[in-house]
């Protein structure tokens, strides 16, 4: 019996997709890098923990921008490291083709995500005057959302194949973006109604 066809992609029509994230990708990196200029330069008093946290998201966030250009020419004749996810169908519908790269960038984003995660939800208990109603649902989540991702990364390890990924951890993956996409929105409702509570109470 013949091994079954790799499915094909059309990837000059992604490319458009990933072309067009690039450019919010650069936008919005420029706002961060403009908020971090000015809090080294009007907060320069702060702890030098704090500063060297800041610096560190800072870099890391800036560190994702380079990707979609260099891959664009590292790639140009190597099509088959384009990863195309799950398509219309719900079934995936890239190349089968396996790299390690891959899973090893995910667990380092997730590592760095958690150490960004922290800072937040500890500017969220000082905010709050040490609110752990306000405090304990990000903690829970930003402890989760690093464990599933690992999890499913090491399964990517084992596995070798991504059709195989989505048929036995399909569940992790899933469950894995859902929370991210909480605990994202979460810490940002809570972050802007507790910074704008406290810019009220300094007001009056």
């Known amino acids: 019996m013949s091994a079954p066809a790799i499915p094909t992609v059309d990837l000059p029509k992604t490319l458009g997709a990933l072309l067009i994230g690039a450019l919010f990708a650069s936008v919005l990196l420029g706002i961060t890098s403009l908020q971090a200029g000015f809090y080294f330069r009007y907060y320069g008093h702060d702890p030098f923990r704090l500063k060297l946290m800041v610096a560190v998201v800072s870099i890391h966030m800036a560190h994702p921008l380079g990707l979609p250009d260099s891959k664009l020419r590292k790639k140009r004749n190597d099509r088959e490291r384009y990863v195309v996810c799950t398509g219309p169908s719900g079934k995936y519908s890239g190349p089968e083709t396996y790299y390690r790269e891959i899973p090893t960038t995910i667990i380092q984003n997730l590592c760095i995500g958690a150490f960004k995660d922290c800072f937040f939800a500890y500017r969220i208990f000082i905010l709050s005057k040490r609110n752990w109603f306000l405090t304990a649902p990000v903690v829970t989540l930003l402890f989760l959302r690093p464990a599933l991702g690992i999890a499913a990364s090491v399964e990517l390890f084992k596995l ?45």
Request: proline residues 0%; charged residues 15%; aromatic residues 8%.
């Open 160 to 204: 070798k194949n991504y059709t195989s990924l989505q048929e036995s951890s399909g569940w992790l993956v899933t469950l894995g973006l859902s929370v991210s996409a909480v605990l994202d929105s979460l810490t940002t409702s809570e972050l802007v109604f507790l910074l704008f509570q406290h810019r009220v109470g300094n007001a009056r």
